[in-house]
């Protein structure tokens, strides 16, 4: 099972939007609407940010949105913030009933 | 509190074995999926396996398909993951994470495996 292609990196300066993208095939992210996404800051934890292509958890800032057009998903921060600095990982169920993370992406606030 | 507590991590040589378990407390264990996550240093996230809630059904990833067996013990609210011929790239932080609906929504500090000679 192949990762699913991120960019390894993406920037932005406080206050602009920014989008991540989350490329799969027909058998990942293309099959399914279970794609969630991941936020892990330097030396932590991964923490749900995203589930089921666009839902957001309970904590998690409305600024983050998610949504999926064929087999390609996408994560996109608005009214960005230092905090927001980190890795981001997607993540899709698959048609092999197993998962498969993204290669993640580094978002620098510049 | 959901709290996901692994240990069992170590130093060990290429062909070794290796049993990690994940204590859970402050919700019912014995409810939900769970799952084993790694990530290699400076690396990223990979799936290795998950297991049902009554333990009935597992999963793998390709990688660690017929070297590492996910199972679990509610009455003991743990996970394991048991680790056989390792090999270098094996290295990695291993961590557990509640499972079910298709997210992960708590994860474990994480243990540290590391694989050398």
């Known amino acids: 099972q192949s990762a699913l292609t991120q960019p390894a990196s993406v920037s932005g300066s406080p206050g602009q939007s920014i989008t991540i993208s989350c490329t799969g095939t027909?058998?990942?992210?293309?099959?399914?609407?279970?794609v969630s996404w991941y936020q892990q800051h330097p030396g932590k934890v991964p923490r749900l940010m995203i589930y089921?292509?666009?839902n957001r958890p309970s904590g998690v800032s409305n600024r983050f949105s998610g949504s999926k057009s064929g087999n390609t998903a996408s994560l996109t921060i608005s009214g960005l913030q230092a905090e927001d600095e980190g890795d981001y990982y997607c993540?899709?169920?698959?048609?092999?009933?197993?998962?498969?993370f993204g290669t993640g992406t580094t978002v620098t606030v510049l | 509190e959901v709290q996901l507590v692994e240990s069992g991590g170590g130093l060990l040589q290429p062909g070794g074995s290796l049993r990690l378990s994940c204590v859970a407390s402050?919700?019912?264990?014995?409810?939900?999926?769970m799952e084993w996550v790694r990530q290699a240093p400076g690396k990223g996230l990979v799936w290795l396996s998950e297991?049902?809630?009554?333990?009935?059904?597992?999963n793998y990833a390709d990688s660690v398909k017929g070297r590492f067996t996910i199972s679990r013990d509610n009455a003991k609210n743990t996970l394991y993951l048991q680790m056989n011929s390792l090999r270098a790239e094996d290295t990695a932080v291993y961590y557990c994470?509640?499972?079910?609906?298709?997210?992960?929504?708590?994860w474990g500090q994480g243990t540290l495996v590391t694989v050398s000679s």
């Open positions: 994470a509640r499972g079910g609906y298709f997210r992960n929504d708590y």
């Open positions: 402050g919700f019912t264990f014995s409810t939900y999926w």
């Open positions: 297991v049902r809630s009554d333990g009935s059904v597992t």
């Open positions: 027909s058998s990942d992210v293309g099959a399914y609407n279970y």
């Open positions: 089921d292509v666009s």
């Open positions: 993540r899709s169920y698959t048609t092999s009933s197993n998962y498969v």
